[in-house]
């Protein structure tokens, strides 16, 4: 069954540094987003993405956070400078066309020193 | 207010009985979505079920069912037969907007609830 894959699974970063998270989103779906998921914390959405551009964000998501789709496959996530409270795990998913389910990938557990 | 309110924190099932997770939420659009999700202690996240808002019908996923009661603004998660592997945090979800069956819209979670099988 296709998957959404990120990597990588552990990215441990010093404060102050830029970090980029990577997704595959399954091929044929058309609607990508970021969520992060604080250590004992609920799912919080971040940013979606269709078309080549952000269609929605949250508070969350501020000038330190981009998104990109580099080439047909890739979904990036980057963080400028990083923060002790970027801490989190971070899902990628996406969903297709005329379909509710949103399927999410593995996870990237952010680490910042 | 909070939109997806899951008040328990923890439950407890004996195996192959089954186990109901409550979940309530809070929107004044007329269209939405309801979703569950399960997290295994591995922290992956792994769609279960979906239920539209103008679905008449209760959707069912093999052992998983979903218990929607739209006057009371509930979508509880009905997991017959418990297995082991059941044992993992469940988080529902909502999305407003689009329960028509499209895809697009964020997703907003509730707090989550802990599952644990006894054998």
């Known amino acids: 069954e296709p998957e959404v894959t990120q990597t990588p699974s552990h990215q441990v970063t010093q404060m102050g540094q830029e970090v980029i998270l990577r997704c595959v989103p399954i091929?044929?779906?058309?609607?990508f987003y970021w969520y992060r998921q604080i250590l004992g914390q609920k799912v919080e959405f971040l940013v979606s993405?269709?078309?080549?551009?952000?269609?929605?964000k949250s508070e969350i998501f501020d000038d330190q956070f981009s998104v990109e789709r580099p080439d047909g496959s890739n979904f990036t996530l980057k963080i400028r400078s990083t923060k002790l409270e970027d801490s989190a795990m971070y899902f990628c998913?996406?969903?297709?066309?005329?379909?509710?389910?949103?399927?999410f990938g593995d996870g990237t557990r952010l680490s910042i020193l | 207010a909070q939109k997806i309110t899951q008040t328990q924190p923890g439950m407890f099932v004996q195996e192959k009985e089954a186990v109901t997770l409550d979940c309530t939420y809070d929107?004044?659009?007329?269209?939405?979505?309801l979703f569950w999700y399960k997290q295994p202690s591995s922290g992956e996240m792994i769609f279960l079920i979906y239920?539209?808002?103008?679905?008449?019908q209760n959707a069912t996923e093999g052992r998983y069912s979903l218990n929607f009661q739209k006057a009371r603004k509930s979508a509880n998660l009905v997991i017959s037969a418990s297995q082991l592997g059941d044992s993992a945090m469940y988080f529902c979800?909502?999305?407003?907007?689009?329960?028509?069956?499209?895809?697009?819209?964020?997703?907003?979670f509730g707090q989550g609830t802990i599952l644990t099988v006894h054998p």
């Open positions: 979800a909502m999305r407003e907007g689009n329960a028509g069956g499209t895809s697009y819209g964020k997703l907003t």
């Open positions: 929107t004044s659009d007329p269209s939405y979505g």
């Open positions: 993405f269709y078309n080549n551009e952000i269609s929605e």
């Open positions: 998913a996406s969903s297709e066309e005329g379909l509710p389910a949103q399927h």
């Open positions: 239920q539209g808002s103008y679905d008449q």
């Open positions: 091929s044929n779906h058309l609607y």
